[in-house]
């Protein structure tokens, strides 16, 4: 598996999770690598990214509160504070590896934030 992420759990509102993915050795040209959720009956979102150049984007929603950080080649995580049940979804690491293009995607880990 190309990408193993782990760290999802159940919380209760205004707790915390850290999640993480492992990148595997086939992937080793990554231009950026990022975390997309997906609520039950809803589009799957990104919702932080970091580019290889240093670059990070956060969604409006999470600002203040997420924190994403890795080296750019082996390992992502994503902070996440002040949880709100909103935030309840399953969550994906992503990584887009630039020669050849190709985009890999983890397994999924399940975030539950009860309020």
């Known amino acids: 598996v190309p990408l193993q992420a782990s760290g999802g759990g159940l919380v209760q509102a205004g707790g915390s999770l850290r999640l993480s993915c492992a990148v595997s050795g086939s992937i080793n040209s990554i231009g950026v690598m990022g975390w997309y959720r997906q609520a039950p009956g809803k589009q799957r979102e990104l919702v932080a990214s970091m580019h290889s150049g240093g670059g990070t984007f956060y969604t409006d929603a999470v600002k203040g509160r997420f924190t994403i950080s890795g080296d750019g080649a082996k390992e992502l995580s994503l902070q996440m504070n002040s949880l709100k049940p909103e935030d309840t979804a399953l969550y994906y690491c992503?990584?887009?590896?630039?020669?050849?293009?190709?985009?890999?995607w983890g397994q999924g880990t399940l975030v539950t934030v009860s309020s």
């Open positions: 992503n990584a887009v590896n630039i020669r050849p293009y190709y985009a890999y």
